[in-house]
């Protein structure tokens, strides 16, 4: 069973940067895409970053010019920088990871890591 563990969330003023880490228990080249969405209370779970096997990256709208994704073939990880950081990015961040075997689609989920951005 993949497991996707995330860690850097926290505490931290409007205008600060945090970067979030996801570590896979697998390899991330098994992986078509991996990413990185968010849910505020009340509100529906969100694409935040994803990065494709072939290094191809997609940001909402809403972190282009201020979150950049990365990923470290070496330690099985992804990363998400955020800089810049408003109140409205306060939410649970979640590391996501998809793999096609077999015409078969799985989507791994981690826990998720709790961001909140002070005004």
């Known amino acids: 069973q993949v497991q996707l563990v995330e860690s850097g969330g926290g505490l931290v003023q409007a205008g600060g940067s945090l970067r979030l880490s996801c570590a896979a228990s697998?390899?991330?080249?098994?992986?078509?895409?991996m990413g990185w969405y968010r849910q505020a209370p009340g509100k529906q779970r969100e694409l935040v970053a994803r990065?494709?096997?072939?290094?191809?990256?997609n940001y909402a709208d809403s972190g282009k010019g201020r979150f950049t994704i990365s990923r470290d073939h070496a330690a099985n990880t992804v990363d998400l920088q955020m800089n810049s950081l408003k109140s409205e990015d306060t939410a649970v961040y979640y590391c996501?990871?998809?793999?096609?075997?077999?015409?078969?689609?799985?989507?791994?989920w981690g826990q998720g890591t709790q961001v909140t951005v002070s005004s």
């Open positions: 996501t990871a998809v793999s096609d075997v077999s015409r078969v689609r799985t989507v791994y």
């Open positions: 697998e390899r991330i080249s098994v992986f078509n895409l």
């Open positions: 990065i494709l096997s072939d290094g191809a990256t």
